[in-house]
């Protein structure tokens, strides 16, 4: 087909024939858009992170490392440092271990089907600024609905309840308790996502297999770690790495939440390179923050390239 | 015996399911159940916080509606998202084509490392892109978000559109060339009508992703007549007056008609996530 669009064209009647032309042509406004508006600025950040730039002055000069050693040396950062990790870590595996609870019951048929699946993808298919807004009062530290259950069932707010006597937990006001609420929320908000990939996965699984299988005198825990979970494993790493992208450098549950508080016990690096780059006004030590968020996403980008060139071959 | 089996199996089921229906869509639940709560009932710690303890009203919605910016926050939200919805087709369509027709080896890889920008996130890009927009004049002006939020539309509609491209067959194109059409003409009157429902798809994704996002609009936005849904209902209506009442509402009005999009397409958009790990 490229011989006759070559070989007969005219130089110019027929240009848009000629796929040597074409095919760049079209392709190149994409490029340009992700090199101008997602390479450049990369390197840029690199670059601020190695110079003294504020959002006050226009100068720049080169510093070296020196944001990276203020940084590093910085309780802050490390705390941020340690709490992403925490915070995605846990929240993953909690998504993993529901996600797969969930996407087995929704492979069964059962009334209201549609209703239960509209409902259970709210967290991801609402916006998440605007569902953390929902968290904002589940968690609030007077009028918290979670909190008068507790209370209700005798848990909380009386004299010798199991979760003491005063009225409320204060779920955001306490460092431990605030760090599991943004957990509960990444986690909340991660599973639809992690359920419908899975879901797709286990659909995929033809029903002759496990039917042999059942035959054949596998009991459910056999045929779920024999045969489901082996081959859902690739795809149950896709689920799994989207999770951690989207959690590790996730910054709208915790600043809408905690705002990193209290006394930065929640604090983590999306949040910390805004407060030092944007509200600070920083742009060179708020830059170098933000670069703690690569090398974990080049490694997802590696593992998914690994997967893609599997399932490739296979 | 089995019967019993059979119930106790249905029963841990629908158990199962209602859980976590529950725990999904409880914040959800909670902003209907306050945006319809009279003030004082909502603020009364003795009464039962998810019943109607005092009939309902609708002064929130009223006061939503009229008495702060949601109206406008609204309105930019969507001119925002139709913007980001035309330049995403206008780039992505024909991409995606190139990468699907002319696609050897080297188009193959071009096209994962479209996707794998897609993991780029926002929240290490959003310093040097304030930088970026402050030199181009657009602080403070929509125009900011219009450039920058197709930097996460191309990259995904890109690839869930080459899915689409090339599951058409190239026969039918072929023909179209040989009964005289120019190799664009044929991607413009035979492949694009047969990739409505992928259009569609981008359509409604590029729309809600622009919707849902987050840091660039805090980062460059702070005049509050120019915010949307997602920066405007968290920041200001909080701000301003701190009411329970008008902010669920303000949070629960954009989710539903986001969530319903949304989940209908949601299956493409799975397709897409994936990657061929299923086949």
Same mark, same amino acid.
């Given at each position: 087909?490229?011989?006759?669009?070559?070989?007969?064209?005219?130089?110019?009647?027929?240009?848009?024939?000629?796929?040597?032309?074409?095919?760049?042509?079209?392709?190149?406004?994409?490029? %340009?858009?992700?090199?101008?508006?997602?390479?450049?600025?990369?390197?840029l950040a690199v670059y601020y992170s190695l110079s003294d730039a504020t959002t006050g002055s226009q100068s720049l000069h080169f510093v070296g490392l020196s944001n990276f050693q203020a940084v590093?040396?910085d309780?802050?950062?490390?705390?941020?440092?340690?709490?992403?990790?925490?915070?995605?870590?846990?929240?993953?595996?909690?998504?993993?271990?529901?996600?797969?609870?969930?996407?087995?019951?929704?492979?069964?048929?059962?009334?209201?089907?549609?209703?239960?699946?509209?409902?259970?993808?709210?967290?991801?298919?609402?916006?998440?600024?605007?569902?953390? *807004?929902?968290?904002?009062?589940?968690?609030?530290?007077?009028?918290?609905?979670?909190?008068?259950?507790?209370?209700?069932?005798?848990?909380?707010?009386?004299?010798?309840?199991?979760?003491?006597?005063?009225?409320?937990?204060?779920?955001?006001?306490?460092?431990?308790?605030?760090?599991?609420?943004? *957990?509960?929320?990444?986690?909340?908000?991660?599973?639809?996502?992690?359920?419908?990939?899975?879901?797709?996965?286990?659909?995929?699984?033809?029903?002759?297999? %496990?039917?042999?299988?059942?035959?054949?005198?596998?009991?459910?825990?056999?045929?779920?770690?024999?045969?489901?979970?082996?081959?859902?494993?690739?795809?149950?790493?896709?689920?799994?790495?989207?999770? *951690?992208?989207?959690?590790?450098?996730?910054?709208?549950?915790?600043?809408?939440?905690?705002?990193?508080?209290?006394?930065?016990?929640?604090?983590? %690096?999306?949040?910390?390179a805004?407060?030092k780059g944007i509200?600070a006004g920083d742009l060179a030590q708020g830059a170098a923050v933000a670069l703690?968020?690569?090398?974990?996403?080049?490694?997802?980008?590696?593992?998914?390239?690994?997967?893609?060139?599997?399932?490739?071959?296979? | 015996?089995?019967?019993?089996?059979?119930?106790?199996?249905?029963?841990?089921?629908?158990?199962?399911?209602?859980?976590?229906?529950?725990?999904?869509?409880? #914040?959800?639940?909670?902003?209907?159940?306050?945006?319809? &709560?009279?003030?004082?009932?909502?603020?009364?710690?003795?009464?039962?916080?998810?019943?109607?303890?005092?009939?309902?009203?609708?002064?929130?919605?009223?006061?939503?509606?009229?008495?702060?910016?949601?109206? &406008?926050?609204?309105?930019?939200?969507? =001119?925002?998202?139709?913007? =980001? =919805?035309?330049?995403?087709?206008?780039?992505?369509?024909?991409?995606?084509?190139?990468?699907?027709?002319?696609?050897?080896?080297?188009?193959?890889?071009?096209?994962?490392?479209?996707?794998?920008?897609?993991? =780029? #996130?926002?929240?290490?890009?959003?310093i040097p892109?304030?930088r970026?927009?402050?030199?181009?004049?657009?602080?403070?002006?929509?125009?900011? @978000?219009?450039?920058?939020?197709? $930097?996460? $539309?191309?990259?995904?509609?890109?690839? @869930?559109?080459?899915?689409?491209?090339?599951?058409?067959?190239?026969?039918?194109?072929?023909?179209?060339?040989?009964?005289?059409?120019?190799?664009?003409?044929?991607?413009?009157?035979?492949?694009?009508? @047969?990739?409505?429902?992928?259009?569609?798809?981008?359509?409604?994704?590029?729309?809600?992703?622009?919707?849902?996002?987050?840091?660039?609009? @805090?980062?460059?936005?702070?005049?509050?007549?120019? &915010? $949307?849904?997602?920066?405007?209902? #968290? $920041?200001?209506?909080?701000?301003?007056?701190?009411?329970?009442?008008?902010?669920?509402?303000?949070?629960?009005?954009?989710?539903?008609?986001?969530?319903?999009?949304?989940?209908?397409?949601?299956?493409?958009?799975?397709?897409?996530?994936?990657?061929?790990?299923?086949?």
């Amino acid at each position: 087909m490229s011989a006759f669009n070559g070989e007969f064209g005219g130089p110019l009647s027929h240009i848009w024939d000629r796929e040597r032309v074409l095919a760049p042509l079209l392709i190149a406004p994409a490029i %340009l858009y992700i090199v101008v508006l997602v390479g450049a600025p990369f390197f840029l950040a690199v670059y601020y992170s190695l110079s003294d730039a504020t959002t006050g002055s226009q100068s720049l000069h080169f510093v070296g490392l020196s944001n990276f050693q203020a940084v590093l040396k910085d309780p802050v950062f490390r705390k941020s440092l340690i709490n992403t990790f925490i915070f995605t870590l846990v929240s993953q595996a909690l998504v993993l271990v529901l996600a797969k609870v969930l996407a087995l019951a929704l492979l069964k048929d059962f009334r209201g089907k549609w209703l239960v699946k509209f409902l259970i993808l709210l967290p991801w298919t609402a916006p998440i600024a605007l569902g953390t *807004i929902g968290w904002m009062w589940m968690l609030d530290s007077i009028f918290s609905p979670i909190d008068w259950i507790l209370r209700y069932m005798g848990l909380l707010g009386a004299p010798g309840a199991i979760l003491g006597a005063n009225s409320n937990l204060y779920w955001l006001g306490v460092p431990s308790l605030a760090m599991l609420s943004v *957990i509960l929320v990444h986690t909340w908000r991660m599973l639809p996502l992690a359920t419908v990939i899975l879901l797709a996965g286990l659909t995929s699984i033809p029903q002759e297999i %496990l039917d042999a299988a059942e035959v054949d005198g596998a009991g459910f825990w056999r045929r779920l770690f024999q045969i489901m979970i082996p081959m859902l494993l690739p795809i149950m790493t896709v689920a799994v790495l989207f999770g *951690i992208v989207f959690t590790f450098t996730d910054i709208t549950v915790v600043y809408l939440l905690t705002q990193g508080g209290p006394v930065h016990s929640t604090q983590v %690096l999306a949040s910390w390179a805004f407060f030092k780059g944007i509200e600070a006004g920083d742009l060179a030590q708020g830059a170098a923050v933000a670069l703690f968020l690569f090398p974990a996403m080049a490694g997802v980008a590696a593992l998914m390239l690994r997967l893609a060139r599997r399932t490739e071959v296979t | 015996m089995a019967g019993l089996r059979q119930i106790g199996k249905r029963s841990s089921l629908y158990g199962v399911v209602i859980f976590f229906s529950l725990f999904s869509a409880f #914040p959800f639940f909670w902003m209907v159940i306050a945006s319809f &709560k009279r003030a004082h009932d909502l603020y009364t710690l003795k009464n039962n916080p998810f019943l109607f303890n005092e009939p309902p009203t609708l002064e929130h919605l009223h006061h939503l509606f009229f008495g702060t910016l949601f109206v &406008k926050y609204l309105i930019n939200t969507v =001119v925002v998202g139709i913007a =980001v =919805v035309v330049i995403t087709l206008v780039v992505a369509v024909p991409a995606a084509y190139s990468l699907a027709r002319w696609a050897g080896r080297w188009g193959e890889n071009l096209g994962i490392a479209i996707f794998l920008t897609y993991l =780029v #996130p926002p929240t290490l890009l959003f310093i040097p892109l304030s930088r970026v927009i402050g030199f181009l004049g657009l602080q403070e002006s929509l125009w900011s @978000l219009i450039l920058i939020y197709p $930097t996460f $539309t191309i990259p995904f509609c890109t690839w @869930l559109l080459m899915g689409f491209f090339k599951s058409i067959p190239l026969d039918i194109e072929e023909q179209a060339l040989v009964d005289g059409y120019s190799r664009v003409g044929a991607m413009v009157r035979i492949v694009l009508p @047969l990739s409505i429902s992928g259009l569609l798809t981008v359509v409604v994704f590029s729309f809600t992703l622009s919707m849902h996002e987050f840091i660039y609009a @805090l980062a460059f936005i702070s005049s509050s007549a120019l &915010k $949307t849904v997602s920066i405007g209902v #968290p $920041t200001e209506l909080i701000g301003e007056f701190f009411e329970w009442g008008p902010l669920m509402a303000g949070a629960l009005i954009p989710s539903i008609p986001a969530a319903i999009l949304y989940t209908l397409f949601l299956d493409r958009f799975i397709a897409g996530f994936t990657m061929g790990a299923i086949k």
